[in-house]
């Protein structure tokens, strides 16, 4: 089963989104990122322009086959189908589907917003009725800095 973690809390979504998947690059991991058309610009900018010392190289999905296929990173519409090879599945708020098929692991950065903060609730519902371990992780409790 793939494994769920909500990361809340997150002040800045972006900015939090970026620390993440320059880890998760540096890791060697393949991520898709779904979120807001809004969001995924915003984060698109700033992953090219947050770190004077770290270049996380990304694509959207709607980029060439080629780079979509070699981008450790694709931004996509939270309805896209995931690229071959995608294994992590970073979910910046906004609809997603139920279906978690050829994803190890699965990370929902969610805010502090109230709505926000309920359509969370209501996906871990479904994630644990579907049997996948879910797991939380408080953003402003833990130290991160984050925004």
């Not at 058309?37 to 270049?55: I, K, Q, T, V």
């Not at 080629?66 to 189908?81: F, G, K």
């Not at 090879?85 to 139920?98: C, F, I, N, S």
């Amino acid at each position: 089963m793939t494994a769920v973690a909500f990361h809340v809390n997150a002040t800045d979504k972006v900015a939090y989104a970026c620390r993440l998947l320059r880890k998760a690059a540096s890791a060697g991991s393949r991520v898709l990122v779904t979120g807001e058309p809004a969001l995924l610009a915003r984060l698109d900018h700033d992953l090219w322009a947050f770190s004077a010392l770290d270049f996380v190289p990304h694509c959207r999905a709607d980029a060439p086959a080629e780079l979509v296929r070699r981008s450790p990173i694709v931004l996509a519409s939270p309805d896209h189908q995931a690229a071959q090879g995608l294994t992590v599945r970073v979910h910046l708020g906004g609809p997603m589907d139920a279906s978690l098929d050829g994803f190890e692991r699965v990370i929902e950065v969610v805010g502090q917003d109230e709505q926000e903060r309920g359509d969370a609730r209501a996906r871990w519902k479904l994630y644990s009725a579907m049997g996948h371990p879910v797991s939380h992780h408080d953003i402003a409790s833990s130290g991160h800095r984050h925004g």
